[in-house]
């Protein structure tokens, strides 16, 4: 969005907002119209924003809620900045980067919380590195796909099963790689298309819809070198 000035947000049954801060700080008071809450924030700047707080019904229970979103100038829209999405624990979830060149499949299950804390999985576009010594050249766009606890902002560095990026590009005499300790490691093509085999952290195998990275991890990805 280029410009924003207010948030919305609709709840399953009329509620109450408790605590609610905007990006860490108190944030003007709510107009609550049955199932429908929203906050005349004034203009709210460039760059990632959260709205957090909790949410209590008619019986008094409580429950946490947070909101990320991405305030974007014209020129990060040109440039087709990031989008990020929550994962379903019981459902397989699905991310597209802005501008369609990758997405990221959390599977179904891949996690769990004792807290009642979710998952948010990102991928993010970003641009092409520079400056590398590998022997390779860089290709057209880097991708950075994270995943967080939504209510304690911590990041996951490990799942069960594999995280599926897809990178759509088919140009032939490409490799994709991953940035890993300040350099860029080249990914090994798996055995067999869509297993990643037991002890491998990372691989990729490509078809007719491109590059796919199976990733135990969420990694920066460049796009194809």
């Given at each position: 969005m280029p410009s924003a000035s207010a948030i919305g947000l609709v709840t399953s049954e009329p509620a109450t907002p408790i605590g609610v801060t905007l990006d860490?700080?108190?944030?003007?008071?709510?107009?609550?119209?049955?199932?429908?809450?929203?906050?005349?924030?004034?203009t709210l700047g460039p760059g990632a924003h959260t709205l957090a707080g909790e949410l209590q019904d008619s019986s008094g229970k409580r429950a946490p809620f947070r909101v990320h979103f991405t305030v974007w100038t014209r020129v990060e829209l040109g440039r087709a900045s990031g989008r990020q999405e929550h994962d379903d624990r019981c459902a397989?979830?699905?991310?597209?980067?802005?501008?369609?060149?990758?997405?990221?499949?959390?599977?179904?299950?891949?996690?769990?919380?004792?807290?009642?804390?979710?998952?948010?999985?990102?991928?993010?576009?970003?641009?092409?590195?520079?400056?590398?010594?590998?022997?390779?050249?860089?290709?057209?766009?880097?991708?950075?796909?994270?995943?967080?606890?939504?209510?304690?902002?911590?990041?996951?560095?490990?799942?069960?099963?594999?995280?599926?990026?897809?990178?759509?590009?088919?140009?032939?005499?490409?490799?994709?790689?991953?940035?890993?300790?300040?350099?860029?490691?080249?990914l090994s093509r798996v055995p067999f298309a869509g297993t990643l085999p037991t002890g491998w952290e990372d691989g990729f195998y490509s078809d007719s819809a491109g590059f796919h990275v199976l990733t135990q991890a969420p990694l920066r990805l460049r796009a194809p070198a």
């Open positions: 860490g700080n108190a944030t003007v008071a709510p107009i609550v119209n049955g199932t429908n809450i929203d906050y005349g924030t004034g397989a979830t699905t991310v597209e980067s802005a501008d369609g060149l990758a997405s990221a499949t959390m599977p179904a299950g891949n996690w769990s919380s004792s807290t009642g804390d979710w998952i948010v999985l990102r991928i993010t576009p970003m641009a092409a590195p520079t400056g590398l010594t590998n022997g390779f050249a860089a290709g057209p766009e880097t991708v950075d796909v994270t995943a967080r606890w939504a209510l304690a902002g911590t990041e996951v560095h490990q799942f069960s099963r594999p995280i599926a990026i897809l990178i759509r590009s088919t140009e032939k005499g490409l490799v994709p790689a991953t940035l890993e300790n300040g350099h860029w490691r080249i």
